[in-house]
């Protein structure tokens, strides 16, 4: 009993210590200064843009885009196939899939019916296969909600309004931002209902808002903290010095910067001007 108290002891010891260690150095770090115009080990490179014109048939308008990256759709998809038909290797799972989503198509609103239909004629994929890969039904709905109001809604109040009411198929977070001062909020969903709308409000000297994976009211988990080194982060600056270069400088301060961390995106409404960077952290750096 000695010996597997012992090693059951330096085992949980040794989760312990490896666990506290990620919350210190080199996990983290002090707030970094200067890292814009973007460069360095934590760069990768500017994100490429596309045009998608709307105002092409429904069917046509990412032809353009999926000549490009039809090639790359097909390895994600043959990747994703060999690790489903591994676990189930019938081939049911994907031979259900070619049959039975694409009749989800017809209670997409609007013109994304037809769009995912072309989608898929130009990739070459099934279109049920393409759906799946896409992503869940659910989050697509979110994707479609957020699409119509960035095309139709012509205010802050308007936007907001949607996202707070609008019946949705999962849980999600919308963050959004107007052009005057105040306008500004994290809006917290459940399927039917808003749990909450915590906007800015620079009378009480709330400039700014923080939005990670929890919550705003729970403490995230201890090895999942972001919102913490974040806020303290901007509390070093002030309003009036908030730019691309303060923001870019935080978002590039770990663990808010992490190994999750795909690219990141200035965006300033007012002036019209948007930036997004694709992004590394070079180890050490934690895993999310």
């Known amino acids: 009993m000695l010996g597997w108290s012992r090693l059951t002891f330096i085992l949980l010891s040794g989760i312990v210590t490896c666990l506290v260690a990620q919350q210190v150095p080199p996990w983290t770090e002090d707030c970094r200064k200067s890292t814009y115009p973007p460069s360095g080990p934590t760069y990768r490179g500017p994100v490429p843009w596309y045009t998608i014109n709307l ?5 046509k308008r990412w032809h353009e885009l999926m000549v490009v990256k039809a090639p790359a759709l097909k390895v994600i998809i043959n990747s994703v196939k060999n690790i489903t038909n591994a676990f189930v290797p019938s081939g049911r799972i994907i031979q259900l899939v070619d049959q039975k989503l694409p009749g989800l198509l017809g209670n997409f609103p609007g013109p994304f019916e037809e769009e995912m239909k072309g989608i898929a004629a130009v990739a070459e994929v099934p279109l049920g296969v393409m759906e799946w890969i896409l992503g869940k039904k659910d989050a697509q709905w979110i994707g479609f909600i957020l699409r119509s109001v960035l095309e139709n809604s012509t205010s802050y109040e308007e936007a907001k309004n949607i996202l707070t009411n609008t019946k949705i198929l999962a849980p999600a977070y919308f963050i ?4 005057q001062s105040g306008e500004g909020c994290v809006i917290t ?6 749990l909450d709308v915590y906007e800015l409000d620079p009378k009480q000297g709330r400039w700014y808002v923080v939005q990670t994976n929890y919550d705003r009211w729970k403490n995230p988990f201890f090895l999942d903290d972001r919102r913490t080194p974040a806020k303290m982060c901007l ?3 002030t309003q009036e010095n908030i730019s691309f270069a303060t923001i870019y400088d ?3 301060t770990k663990p808010v910067l992490n190994k999750l961390t795909v690219y990141t995106v200035l965006i300033d409404v007012t002036k019209g001007q948007f930036e997004t960077y694709l992004r ?3 180890d050490p750096c934690i895993g999310w």
Request: charged share 30%.
């Open 176 to 179: 959004v931002g107007g052009n």
């Open 235 to 237: 509390n070093r600056t």
């Open 250 to 252: 935080v978002l590039s």
């Open 280 to 282: 590394d952290c070079p």
């Open 55 to 59: 105002d092409l048939p429904p069917y």
């Open 189 to 194: 969903r459940d399927r039917k209902q808003s």
